[in-house]
């Protein structure tokens, strides 16, 4: 079965310094792995996704995941925070079969110092 | 279009009441979901439509009833709701290979939620 782990239910970071939100994964079959982010009161927007194509992922507002097998992990970084990415950010794993269950960690908080 | 759409934004209902809940979507998703989530919680999964056909059911209580009338509307209808499902009720959407192997669209797009509120 799948299921991810976030390590950190809150991560404060200053303006400007290195964003790293952890994330583990367990998986018996090759995994989708997803980051969304969450803004106070608002639906998810997914940030980056990982699927076998590259093991380092672009996603928008300047993040970045690298998928790391021997690991397990996929681990969320940021070079330099920003006040705008104060949110809840949640990693998720899915089979990636057909209308299959995307399932998420428990999230974790990010707020940034001025 | 990619954006997932759903009304109302706020909703109070008392435990007698009888609502709805609406979700839309215009990109040609197949497969539709409803979540819940708590505060500081993630999202829960509740039901998915598979082509307007209930495919997944996650032991939701009978108070809640989901409906499909067409590949773009989502519904889930609402009664005798109890204090403790107050919570927001999240919609998404998703591309679905309708059974056949994965295909890389099966991220889902979320929409903003509707805030319940049961007194």
């Known amino acids: 079965a799948q299921s991810v782990t976030q390590l950190g239910s809150h991560v404060s970071v200053s303006e400007g310094a290195l964003v790293l939100l952890r994330c583990n994964y367990s998986s018996s079959v090759p995994p989708y792995l997803f980051w969304y982010v969450q803004y106070p009161n608002q639906g998810l927007q997914l940030l980056l996704k990982y699927t076998s194509a590259a093991t380092l992922v672009k996603g928008i507002n300047g993040f970045e995941a690298e998928f790391k097998k021997s690991e397990t992990s996929f681990h969320l970084t940021k070079p330099s925070a920003h006040m705008s990415d104060a949110a809840e950010y949640f990693c998720?794993?899915?089979?990636?079969?057909?209308?299959?269950?995307?399932?998420f960690g428990s999230g974790t908080r990010l707020s940034i110092r001025p | 279009d990619t954006e997932v759409t759903q009304t109302p934004k706020h909703l109070v209902m008392g435990m007698t009441n009888k609502k709805s809940l609406k979700c839309e979507q215009h990109?040609?998703?197949?497969?539709m979901y409803w979540y819940k989530q708590k505060a500081k919680k993630p999202p829960e999964l509740m039901f998915v439509y598979s082509y307007e056909k209930l495919s997944i059911n996650e032991s939701v209580p009978s108070r809640f009833s989901p409906e499909c009338p067409n590949s773009s509307l989502l519904n889930l209808h609402l009664h005798a709701l109890q204090p403790e499902d107050s919570a927001l009720y999240l919609c998404?959407?998703?591309?679905?290979?309708?059974?056949?192997?994965?295909?890389?669209?099966?991220?889902?797009?979320f929409g903003p939620g509707t805030r319940l509120t049961v007194l």
């Open positions: 990109m040609g998703h197949r497969a």
């Open positions: 998404a959407s998703s591309q679905d290979s309708g059974g056949g192997y994965y295909s890389s669209y099966n991220e889902q797009f």
């Open positions: 998720a794993v899915s089979k990636g079969s057909s209308a299959s269950k995307i399932i």
